[in-house]
């Protein structure tokens, strides 16, 4: 009997490649069949393929491999100790009484979306610079006010990242490198300023944060000459079922206790450090923006190396979805448009309620954790969906497009695997397979807030981008 007859007398296992819909058929005739997700490099558009290959000749090859390894050994080797805390008008670099800083890449006010515009509305009339939201959308329309992106002044924002001059930051040193990273605090509960909520009570606790958080959280840190090591308390909070992204109870337990014996030492009244406590206790948030400062500590370490095509950014403004690579230097951004929040919603909202993806938050998938250390916080489903399984594979499926494992963060679940580090733009283009990221999802009009959380990726487009650039920059 001829091989080929042989398939029709004996059990047939077949692997398939390409549309997943012939596994189904061939399983439905009761034979055994395994699917190979796969796509052809760049998904087949041939001026995709051309830049592939510009990049693929081995002088370039090579340069490109030596200028990898070192971004990643910056990131790796980088240490950010949170040094201490101060409005940011006194530490940002270019930060002015009439600057507004906001997550993600370049956006004049008329195009920013709704929640944005409302954290802007509202920023203006807690700074001062109008009286009531109407004449703050006035101000905001004038032409007096600075937009700028937090990546551009050394910073970053959760969600609409908005941040004006009286607002309290993190500072955050990196003690290999010397650079310095900024971020605001966190404002806790869901109807919030960053969220685009902009009534009353968001402005009060902006005032409350200004004025008494802000102060005592400064005057602690001025009372711990050590700092506080974040990337050693990132390792301990992910090793504590956290991810650090969405998740933050062990962090925010980890740095509050920390913190405790300074907020102590100070001469504040007792009534007003314990209102700093209740306030942390309010939220496991509160280390959030912290983690985020952390994250871009280490990843500007690594920006600016000639020929590295590992991101050192991803941020959206709920419009466009940017990228930064490390061997484009300074503040060129590759964009795409900002995608949809996939997961579950709080009661009372619907799909069709929710803004596009926006928030400086995803420093932390770029960094290696959130999305991509999914596999240490299985309890982060509830909030986001999806499933344990699902989990854990993100963090296996995320090792595929970067370029070393950090083993100074580790995930226990997945054998002590280090945090997958360093986004290549040229294995998420050969691959097809996208950065994952889990993140909040506010509502899409102004004034109301956060409505849900879920997972999300970012554009193609914009490493596309990057990846035709780099290849007729370089070749």
């Known amino acids: 009997m001829s091989k080929i007859n042989e398939l029709f007398t004996s059990k047939?296992?077949?692997?398939?490649?390409?549309?997943?819909?012939f596994k189904d058929d061939i399983l439905a005739q009761n034979a055994s069949a395994t699917h190979l997700e796969w796509s052809p490099p760049g998904g087949g558009k041939p001026e995709i393929i051309a830049a592939l290959n510009r990049i693929d000749k081995a002088e370039l090859a090579e340069k490109i491999e030596a200028a990898n390894r070192l971004a990643v050994e910056k990131?790796?080797?980088s240490q950010p100790v949170l040094i201490g805390f101060d409005q940011a008008i006194n530490v940002v670099p270019g930060m002015t009484k009439k600057t507004i800083l906001h997550a993600g890449p370049p956006i004049t006010w008329e195009n920013m979306n709704g929640p944005m515009q409302g954290a802007v509305m509202g920023a203006l009339v807690f700074e001062g610079l109008a009286k009531d939201l109407e004449e703050a959308a006035e101000v905001a329309a004038s032409g007096e006010i600075t937009f700028s992106p937090c990546h551009e002044h050394n910073a970053v924002g959760s969600m609409a990242g908005v941040t004006s001059a009286s607002m309290f930051m993190h500072i955050v040193e990196n003690k290999t490198y010397g650079n310095i990273a900024y971020t605001n605090l966190s404002e806790q509960m869901a109807k919030i300023l960053r969220m685009g909520a902009n009534d009353d009570s968001v402005v009060e606790r902006l005032i409350w944060m200004r004025d008494v958080l802000g102060p005592i959280l400064r005057d602690a840190m001025k009372l711990n000459q050590d700092g506080i090591d974040l990337r050693l308390m990132l390792a301990q909070a992910l090793h504590m079922g956290d991810e650090c992204h969405n998740r933050n109870n062990a962090g925010t337990s980890l740095l509050i206790q920390a913190l405790t014996p300074y907020i102590l030492e100070t001469d504040y009244p007792v009534e007003q450090k314990r209102a700093v406590f209740d306030f942390v206790?309010?939220?496991?948030y509160f280390s959030g923006p912290t983690w985020m400062a952390c994250c871009k500590c280490a990843l500007d370490a690594a920006h600016g190396i000639e020929y590295s095509t590992v991101v050192t950014t991803m941020a959206r403004n709920g419009v466009e979805f940017g990228v930064r690579i490390s061997g484009m230097a300074g503040n060129t951004w590759f964009t795409g448009p900002a995608q949809k929040v996939i997961g579950p919603m709080f009661a009372g909202y619907k799909p069709e309620d929710s803004g596009l993806d926006i928030g400086d938050s995803a420093i932390t998938e770029t960094y290696g954790i959130g999305g991509f250390a999914m596999a240490t916080a299985p309890a982060i489903v509830a909030l986001v969906g999806g499933?344990?399984?699902?989990?854990?594979?993100?963090?296996?499926k995320m090792k595929e497009i970067t370029t070393t494992e950090n083993q100074n963060i580790t995930i226990p679940l997945l054998n002590f695997m280090g945090i997958p580090t360093g986004i290549d733009i040229r294995k998420v283009i050969q691959s097809g397979i996208l950065p994952i990221i889990n993140t909040a999802i506010a509502h899409k009009e102004a004034g109301i807030g956060m409505i849900g959380a879920g997972i999300t990726n970012?554009?193609?487009?914009?490493?596309?981008?990057?990846?035709?650039?780099?290849?007729?920059?370089?070749?």
């Open 458 to 475: 970012p554009p193609m487009e914009a490493f596309e981008k990057a990846l035709i650039t780099i290849s007729e920059k370089w070749a």
């Open 387 to 396: 499933t344990v399984d699902e989990a854990i594979g993100y963090s296996r």
């Open 75 to 77: 990131i790796v080797n």
């Open 12 to 21: 047939i296992n077949v692997i398939n490649v390409g549309i997943e819909l």
């Open 281 to 284: 206790a309010s939220s496991d």
